[in-house]
């Protein structure tokens, strides 16, 4: 007798209770396996800083227990199909357990409850659908901001997936990555296309643009992505000058890093920027295809990741988050997944 038969057998028997839950249920499994030792980053005998997690590409990644229902109606009907990252860009957390990935190529934002074991998709409820869905960021007053490319303009929901409103459309040409100040909460963005970053109030009011095309000190040649440390700096991958730009809390330009190479230390074409409880700062360089890794004072610590599809490697990564546990999400978006690793902090006398 087959799984199948026997799951509608004890429907028809009326014993759906407890041979349900026994023959049909299955606990959940965790949804990154125990880590790899050999993947760590510098290797031995330094200290590792970097560690090898895993990754998610799929819905069905989340491991989630089998509902007794839901094994039923597999049962009788088949397995839906899981859902696929087709092109993830950027992402986010919301500081707890929610992974929130930028998909430009399935046109949604894909949500992964890695508490919960849910998967979702969000979609504005409106007349404007998702073009170019490329940036997210997670508002600490409880909001999700994507940025759409094409259709210059951000997207709100609020913090379970139900659009509440826009931000930018006729300011923005064409946004990318986001950042918000939780302090604030004014809306940092990245206008490629303007070479500018520029910067909304909670509410959606234009505060004040930042630079313009060129290649001095505060000027941009596309600008793709931006971060905010805890003393409220700035910082931006100004993507064809090579170089990331870092502005003062009161938005002044004071250092820039980096130059044009096609070795660590220098930049490719730098996208994704985050940064760690110690405010360690990580840029995304999808040519070289790494992340470089740079102290405070923005001395090149250390690097890791290679061209490739094997744990560890990317192909041609985009965006980068770290959440509050030093937890490192990556979009290797040609690799069609989110490359997990976690931030080691040095281990106290």
């Not at 050999?38 to 290797?43: F, G, R, T």
């Not at 490719?268 to 040519?287: F, M, W």
Request: charged share 20%; net charge positive.
């Amino acid at each position: 007798m087959t799984g199948r038969d026997t799951c509608w057998r004890w429907i028809a028997t009326g014993c759906l209770g407890a041979l349900v839950l026994a023959g049909c249920a299955s606990p959940a499994r965790p949804v990154f396996e125990a880590r790899d030792a050999a993947l760590v980053w510098p290797k031995p005998p330094r200290q590792a800083r970097i560690a090898y997690v895993g990754q998610i590409s799929l819905s069905t990644d989340l491991k989630s227990p089998t509902d007794p229902f839901a094994a039923i109606s597999a049962a009788a009907f088949g397995k839906p199909s899981a859902k696929a990252l087709l092109t993830p860009f950027g992402l986010c957390t919301d500081g707890g357990e929610r992974l929130f990935v930028a998909d430009p190529g399935a046109q949604v934002v894909h949500v992964f409850d890695l508490k919960r074991r849910k998967y979702e998709q969000w979609r504005p409820g409106g007349s404007v659908p998702f073009t170019q869905p490329v940036g997210v960021a997670w508002d600490p007053a409880g909001r999700v901001i994507v940025s759409d490319s094409t259709s210059g303009r951000l997207f709100v929901f609020n913090d379970r997936g139900k659009s509440v409103g826009e931000i930018g459309f006729g300011v923005l040409k064409r946004p990318a990555g986001i950042a918000i100040d939780p302090a604030s909460h004014r809306v940092f963005v990245a206008d490629v296309s303007a070479h500018q970053v520029v910067v909304f109030s909670a509410d959606g009011a234009l505060l004040t643009r930042l630079g313009q095309r060129g290649a001095s000190r505060g000027e941009f040649n596309f600008p793709t992505n931006v971060a905010i440390d805890r003393q409220g700096y700035l910082y931006v991958t100004d993507e064809l000058n090579f170089r990331v730009q870092t502005f003062s809390p009161d938005l002044k330009p004071v250092r820039t890093l980096g130059q044009q190479g096609d070795a660590p230390g220098y930049f490719g074409q730098p996208k994704g920027i985050a940064l760690d409880s110690d405010d360690h700062l990580y840029v995304v360089d999808a040519r070289q295809e790494m992340v470089q890794l740079f102290d405070v004072g923005k001395r090149l610590l250390l690097f890791f990741g290679s061209e490739g599809h094997a744990p560890g490697q990317f192909w041609l990564p985009a965006g980068i988050c770290i959440d509050p546990h030093n937890r490192i999400w990556i979009a290797d978006a040609y690799n069609r997944r989110v490359c997990v690793f976690d931030y080691l902090p040095e281990k106290q006398p």
